[in-house]
């Protein structure tokens, strides 16, 4: 059931990982959206900037870490965007 791993994505934790830290999937598929659009009305894809991922989530697995034996510290829990029971 629990895997001790820190996870990319949230829904790795969801599938009962321990903890995630990374870019937000449904932001990076919006803002891939806004640039297909952008392709599609004719900007040239070279001339586009990279753009970093700006919305992250941090996800903390609690029945994950009782089954491991671990204690969370309270202020990992209040930074969470999302801790799941």
Do not use: H
Not at 10 to 16: F, N
Not at 22 to 38: I, T
Request: glycine content about 8%; hydrophobic content about 45%; proline content about 7%.
């Amino acid at each position: 059931m629990g895997r001790p791993s820190m996870y990319v994505f949230r829904e790795a934790v969801e599938a009962g990982g321990l903890v995630c830290y990374g870019a937000n999937l449904p932001d990076l598929s919006r803002r891939s959206a806004a640039y297909v659009d952008k392709i599609l009305r004719g900007a040239k894809p070279a001339d586009l900037p990279v753009e970093q991922p700006t919305t992250f989530d941090f996800a903390i697995n609690l029945k994950t870490a009782k089954v491991l034996g671990l204690t969370i510290p309270q202020s990992l829990l209040l930074r969470a965007d999302r801790v799941l029971q």
